[in-house]
């Protein structure tokens, strides 16, 4: 047993304050800015009293709302200026709304005690993550209700990243874990498949994430939730057909680590590049295979579980 | 123009029939990811499949094959990721075939699942344009059908419109009716609590469960009579808490997931009492259709619980259930009293 795992989530310094907040009576438009300017997953609601309201997640608000137009692709885009007009009315009232007229807010039970244990934290917050509609952060709050700070996945990979012994773990020790069963293993489409394919097999399944590969298996790009739940509305459901090549992260652009190289990578690639997901893969013959896609939310999964181990 | 003249034709009742609105449509050679989608995006519980004349249209002109309904979607699909009760949770070797089944169906042609071929098979009710009356859409959407040689009955609660030439102009829902029966023209009928319409019926005549009552019970229930909801109540029988109806029940039910969730107890999937499911015997009528259909919201109850707020526990006795086939035939009733007792 690792004692830095046991001590409290307040003297780790794991709980922050730079998280974003808003009114539950505030706007739609408020929440979409942060979400958008900000790059923020989830927002803290409070109530006029400045009490723990619930959380609201980035996908909830990109699925009441149509897509930015620069996400569609050309040939998608609306183009006839009656149906224009109702899209943009429709935007309108939309973003004016209170967020509790839109939203269900999620009801997350929020953390009390900032002197748990940190590892007590980590499995709550993999807990939440995986039983709610995908909450990456744990409120915490005061005894009066009001909102503390949050502990989100960065925090405490930034705590961890001093844990050498941890971080000089290999990536692929990943694919062994006992929790990595078939269901998370990389989900792969072809990139002829299409968005209403994709936007299924998220519905369906527990994957947050597709990889897309040739007939060979070779990786070629890659989509993950947002992107599917952004170009998912009625107003564009001809999106449906599309091919997810043209949608896709292409290679390139996303955070490739060899199955040998350390999860320090990973961490890196999380805290210093602002990645959301690393993609663990296999290089044979100078083709690309991904192994698994892994999320902050999966290396804390793994160190509860290295905890438990030891 | 008023829908209490049962006689009359329905492109003078339902003008917009007229003017060529989109249909949501599908063809059996679409996949099941598509039918899925159409329904969520759009919050439809019916999409027409059509065989069209010419394949290149777009036009939703030729046979209509079958209406499949999210009942009918939701029977052959798994439980959506989001809904699975953590507290149940699936075994691995559950979770490796609920991902072969899901790789395996959405790409599958809606013609080559064989429960909606064989929906393909059963005629249709359909109304047309020129020829059908008002009476026509009332029965079509109160009485459900038992297709011959099946064993099971079907209830039409969106009906197809035929125009000239095969096209099809637009359908007429449940919900269409209701907003027309919700008009001033009706102001008697709508002012009337639904106690004093006796459109209700009553606890003493509905088959309940209790929140500890499980999935596969329910299922059968349903599977054995013609009706979509049954109220739940506490153990004690004292207080209605829910009501669960044939998708939420099918939607838990799959083969996959049949011994997980065959004894998952009601109180895990009901839908809880809350304003948009619940009535009381004293509201009016015109009240009663807005909770039905209600103005800001897409939630389209079929059934709403009828129940009376406690004063002391704040909790609700139940009263009783009203489907909008009760405000149907309640509202023939008041447009056509004679027919009605004829």
């Given at each position: 047993m690792e004692s830095s795992d046991a001590v409290s989530i307040e003297d780790t310094k794991v709980i922050t304050n730079d998280f974003c907040i808003l009114k539950d009576t505030d706007t739609v438009a408020e929440a979409l800015a942060l979400i958008?300017?900000?790059?923020?997953?989830?927002?803290?609601?409070?109530?006029?009293?400045?009490?723990?309201?619930?959380?609201?997640?980035?996908?909830?608000?990109?699925?009441?709302?149509?897509?930015?137009?620069?996400?569609?692709?050309?040939?998608?885009?609306?183009?006839?200026?009656?149906?224009?007009?109702?899209?943009?009315?429709?935007?309108?009232?939309?973003?004016?709304?209170?967020?509790?007229?839109?939203?269900?807010?999620?009801?997350?039970?929020?953390?009390?005690?900032?002197?748990?244990?940190?590892?007590?934290?980590?499995?709550?917050?993999?807990?939440?993550?995986?039983?709610?509609?995908?909450?990456?952060?744990?409120?915490?709050?005061?005894?009066?209700?009001?909102?503390?700070?949050?502990?989100?996945?960065?925090?405490?990979?930034?705590?961890?990243?001093?844990?050498?012994?941890?971080?000089?773990?290999?990536?692929?020790?990943?694919?062994?874990?006992?929790?990595?069963?078939?269901?998370?293993?990389?989900?792969?489409?072809?990139?002829?498949?299409?968005?209403?394919?994709?936007?299924?097999?998220?519905?369906?399944?527990?994957?947050?994430?597709?990889?897309?590969?040739?007939?060979?298996?070779?990786?070629?790009?890659?989509?993950?939730?947002?992107q599917v739940t952004t170009l998912t509305h009625p107003m564009y459901f001809s999106l449906m057909g599309i091919s997810l090549s043209k949608i896709m992260k292409p290679v390139t652009k996303l955070c490739l680590v060899e199955k040998s190289q350390t999860?320090?990578?990973?961490?890196?690639?999380?805290?210093?590049?602002?990645?959301?997901?690393?993609?663990?893969?296999?290089?044979?013959?100078?083709?690309?295979?991904?192994?698994?896609?892994v999320t902050p939310i999966d290396i804390l999964q793994f160190r509860v579980q290295v905890y438990r181990q030891n | 123009m008023s829908i209490n003249n049962m006689e009359a034709r329905i492109d003078q009742e339902f003008p917009e029939l007229l003017q060529n609105r989109p249909l949501r449509w599908l063809k059996p050679t679409d996949t099941v990811d598509y039918l899925d989608a159409m329904i969520d995006e759009f919050k439809i519980r019916h999409v027409p499949i059509i065989e069209p004349i010419d394949p290149k249209s777009d036009e939703p002109r030729g046979e209509l094959k079958t209406v499949i309904s999210k009942t009918d979607l939701v029977k052959l699909l798994t439980p959506p990721n989001e809904l699975y009760p953590p507290e149940f949770p699936l075994t691995p070797q559950q979770k490796s075939q609920l991902r072969k089944f899901n790789e395996e169906i959405s790409a599958k042609c809606l013609n080559?699942?064989?429960?909606?071929?064989?929906?393909?098979?059963?005629?249709?009710?359909?109304?047309?344009?020129?020829?059908?009356?008002?009476?026509?859409?009332?029965?079509?959407?109160?009485?459900?059908?038992?297709?011959?040689?099946?064993?099971?009955?079907?209830?039409?609660?969106?009906?197809?419109?035929?125009?000239?030439?095969?096209?099809?102009v637009g359908t007429i829902s449940y919900t269409d009716v209701l907003r027309k029966i919700n008009d001033p023209n009706h102001t008697q009928f709508l002012r009337a609590t639904i106690g004093q319409n006796i459109l209700f019926k009553k606890r003493e005549d509905l088959t309940v469960l209790t929140e500890d009552d499980n999935l596969l019970r329910a299922r059968r229930i349903l599977k054995e009579n013609s009706f979509t909801h049954i109220p739940i109540t506490t153990a004690d029988g004292r207080f209605v808490t829910g009501i669960v109806d044939d998708v939420i029940v099918n939607t838990f039910l799959h083969d996959i997931t049949l011994t997980q969730y065959s004894k998952l107890p009601l109180k895990?999937?009901?839908?809880?009492?809350?304003?948009?499911?619940?009535?009381?015997?004293?509201?009016?009528?015109?009240?009663?259709?807005?909770?039905?259909?209600?103005?800001?919201?897409?939630?389209?109850?079929?059934?709403?619980?009828?129940?009376?707020?406690?004063?002391?526990?704040?909790?609700?006795?139940?009263?009783?259930?009203?489907?909008?086939?009760?405000i149907f035939r309640g509202f023939q009733k008041w447009a056509n009293p004679q027919s009605a007792n004829s």
């Open positions: 958008t300017v900000q790059n923020a997953s989830e927002i803290v609601i409070v109530d006029e009293d400045k009490k723990f309201a619930g959380i609201l997640t980035d996908l909830s608000i990109l699925r009441s709302l149509p897509p930015p137009v620069l996400d569609v692709p050309v040939k998608f885009r609306i183009k006839t200026p009656k149906f224009r007009q109702q899209l943009n009315e429709e935007l309108a009232n939309s973003l004016r709304k209170q967020i509790t007229e839109v939203f269900k807010l999620e009801k997350i039970k929020p953390y009390t005690s900032k002197n748990q244990r940190l590892i007590y934290a980590m499995d709550k917050l993999v807990d939440s993550y995986k039983s709610t509609s995908a909450i990456r952060v744990l409120p915490i709050i005061n005894e009066d209700e009001t909102v503390y700070g949050v502990v989100s996945p960065e925090s405490i990979l930034s705590y961890l990243k001093s844990n050498q012994k941890f971080c000089q773990l290999k990536a692929e020790r990943f694919l062994a874990l006992p929790e990595v069963d078939s269901m998370e293993q990389p989900y792969t489409l072809l990139p002829s498949d299409t968005l209403a394919q994709a936007r299924f097999a998220m519905k369906y399944l527990p994957i947050k994430h597709i990889t897309i590969c040739d007939s060979d298996g070779h990786l070629l790009g890659m989509i993950d939730k947002k999860l320090q990578e990973c961490i890196n690639a999380y805290l210093n590049l602002g990645f959301k997901e690393v993609v663990i893969v296999e290089q044979l013959l100078g083709k690309i295979y991904p192994k698994m896609v | 080559e699942i064989e429960d909606f071929a064989q929906l393909m098979t059963i005629p249709v009710k359909t109304l047309s344009l020129n020829n059908s009356k008002v009476k026509d859409v009332f029965k079509d959407l109160i009485d459900p059908v038992k297709p011959e040689g099946q064993n099971f009955t079907r209830r039409y609660r969106t009906l197809c419109v035929y125009g000239d030439n095969q096209l099809i895990y999937i009901m839908l809880p009492m809350n304003e948009r499911n619940s009535v009381s015997p004293g509201t009016v009528t015109s009240k009663v259709i807005e909770t039905f259909v209600p103005p800001n919201s897409k939630d389209r109850p079929t059934a709403l619980v009828v129940c009376t707020k406690d004063s002391d526990s704040g909790k609700f006795t139940f009263d009783g259930i009203i489907s909008y086939t009760d």
